[in-house]
């Protein structure tokens, strides 16, 4: 019989009391701004609801992901980290990607839409790349090598954005450094999810804790303006 530890309740209660926090407010940002995008079909709006509703599904397969890594260190059942354990990693890799592109796309629509075919088929190209990062995500079947994939993408785009912030200082709206926190603080999450902590539980906790900021003033702002 495989020995047994008792999974940490702190734990387990303030990832998920995060998580439920995060996709809500994630979700209601998506569905808030609905009505406004009815009205507009702005092309930038349609990319800022996909955004949130993406990373809404990515958190919920953080979390999945994060209950999975509670359950092999509680049983001791290792080999299924090897069979079940990839397809919540599939999941965030493919669903925060989307969100990454989807993000920076709604602040950069209007110089990219000049190239009518691009944009024509922008979310066709999200989606490919997205594809090729979970299967890297699936081959390489750890999470450091996705955190290692989006760092690289989060810093491109990152560039890209702050190059437009400094280029459009008078018109750009400070909520576009709040995009790139949220960014920032994307990834810390993804680092909760290595087999090896960088991170103490405390310190995790207080990076939690302003992401959910972040994502509570992007909120505030989203509601403002509906």
């Known amino acids: 019989m495989p020995p047994f530890h008792i999974i940490d309740p702190t734990r387990l209660v303030v990832e998920l009391a995060y998580t439920l926090i995060v996709v809500f407010l994630c979700f209601t940002i998506y569905y808030k701004t609905r009505d406004i995008f ?9 990319y800022f609801r996909i955004t949130f509703l993406f990373f809404g ?11 999975f890594l509670l359950m092999v260190i509680t049983f001791d059942v290792f080999y299924m ?3 079940f354990g990839i397809f919540p990693l599939v999941f965030i890799g493919y ?5 990454i592109l989807s993000l920076t796309y709604s ?13 024509k088929h922008i979310f ?6 997205a594809i090729l990062i979970s299967s890297i995500a699936f081959f390489s079947r750890s999470p450091f090598i996705l955190i290692l994939v989006q760092v690289l993408l989060l810093s491109f785009t990152s560039i890209i954005i702050a190059c437009y912030i400094l280029s459009n200082w008078r018109k750009t709206s400070r909520l576009y450094m709040l995009y790139i926190l949220f960014f920032l603080f994307w990834i810390v999450n993804l680092f909760v999810l290595g087999p090896r902590r960088f991170l103490s539980f405390e310190i995790q906790i207080v990076f939690q804790i302003i992401s ?6 992007i909120y505030y702002k989203v509601a403002k303006w509906t």
Request: charged letters at 15%.
């Open 124 to 129: 066709l190209i999200f989606n490919i790349i």
């Open 38 to 46: 009815d009205l507009t079909k702005h092309e930038g709006i349609k």
């Open 57 to 67: 599904l990515a958190y919920i397969s953080r979390f999945i992901f994060f209950l």
């Open 81 to 83: 980290r090897q069979i």
């Open 212 to 217: 959910i900021a972040v994502i509570g003033i």
């Open 95 to 99: 669903f925060s990607t989307i969100g």
């Open 107 to 119: 602040i950069l629509w209007k110089k990219l839409h000049m190239n009518h075919t691009f944009s």
